[in-house]
């Protein structure tokens, strides 16, 4: 369908909120909620190098939302609005675009945030999709990397790796198990625990590209040592050994909260999302590990490396 | 060089408000001036749609800061950051980088705006390159395309289809032009004849697809006709007979406003931006053309119609 079609006819319905002006304007219109910070971020999902490009349309719009909205939770934001930057090509036809955008209203719902506008380009060789998600913070209460002091304790929200036993399944590497590769699919932005955790936590930031360079993110930012208890890391299945744990520590796509919290507060009364503390803030630079007692060497490879 | 150099190196330099957070954290933190609104903007260049893809990449990066600035000064809003997504190929390789950069930076300083954050990818087929704009206005006086009434004169800023006859220079199709070609490639967006404008136009939106396309969609949104005599449209070159003069109103790129005005109001003392006046409001729908005293019938092409 014409791109003017796509946007009137699929994505317009969508754009509810009177900052979005029904899609017709050159941009969207937002009265801000009075005295607060405002949190942005923007990230890219590309075809072929963060999805595969055989997913279901919903659930790449889901992911799209969804990795925007960590960040937003990583910064102890409440999320408001996104605007996309759809960049298609000729494998996202017209029922793609469909499905893509049912999807894209149910994580709307779903994560209570509005479609404020965006931009719309065909005839790319690849699909790349940019969202833009804008939130907001009491002042002061914006949580990030730098902050967590020794004495500090390091905690995590949910389970690690399980998103990188969804992707091996979604590559046809390991047997289906739906509620992983819905790990990998449709992530869980932590907006509650986030929003929680703004003012109270010393540092935080999302994992997304694997628990421990992540967490040695944290540590450089942070100018600081972390010392991690693998044998405390939450998961969803036990690992059969420390290389199988290795494993679960370097995946990404997670989209945990890693946060830092003063000793002897308990995490586990702030929401109802799950949380567990796997280590300790130290004077120094850098991660250090530990397993059954003894200390385990830094594997060569983190995580995710971009570019 | 891998992402994390590119970021840390040749980006980070350049996010020098508190707002970025130095790129380290996952999302920027902006305290918005108080009791305005906020007016937010998305737009995607992607190469071989958007920009042919040989042009200096400091002309790459001043065209997607301003096409994105241009649609703030559309809606009368005062620009404040922009978030960048910026998906690279092989094509894009160091040199292509460290020049783009520069020249992103020369463009932040010219139109006073900062670099807040964004994200980058690597490894795509061709460059994807996103913009988001984010600017303020005063409550109700952002300006959108509806509210033109019958009555209300039609204005255009500078002058109409340089950029068409640039682009024709940068597809080698039209003796070389240093303006007219710095027309297609750096265009200039009004931003203070768009400030100026908030409260004062009834309608307005920013000429990018082509005068008469704009033109029919200002219209569409106000539920007004507009009779716009083609002798006043402003030209910088003179065109030789009605066939270019239909070519220069049907080319896109120009960046320039378009906007309504009450009768009698005259637009040339609201800022130094050269402005003329084109046309008329009327009540009913659509366009009306004419030229030497005649009535001219639409040409089947307005302008530019995306996919």
Redesign the interface.
Known sequence: ????D?IARLLAPLATSAAA?GL?????????P??R????????L?A???YIGDEPPSDVAWKLLAVNL???A??A?TPA?V???L?LSAAEDDSWREAFVAGLGRALESFGVSL???????????A?L?C???GW?E?GK?M???GAVPGDELWVSGTIGDAGLGLAIARGEAPFDKALLNRFRRPTPRLALGAALGGVASAG??VSDGLLIDAARLAA?SGVALAIDLDAVPLSRPAANLDELLARVTAGDDYELLFSLPAGTDARGLCTTPVTRIGRVLPGAGLTLRFAGQPVPLPARLGW???
């Open positions: 369908m014409p791109e003017r796509f002006r017709i304007d050159d941009a969207a219109v937002w009265a801000p009075l005295g910070n405002l949190v942005l971020t923007h990230d890219v590309a072929g190098v963060h960590s960040d937003l990583a910064m934001a609005g605007l996309l930057g960049g404020w506008g965006g931009d719309t380009v065909t005839g790319l060789d690849r790349v940019g833009t998600a804008v913070a002042p914006a990030g990397r730098k930031m999302d930012a490396e971009h570019g």
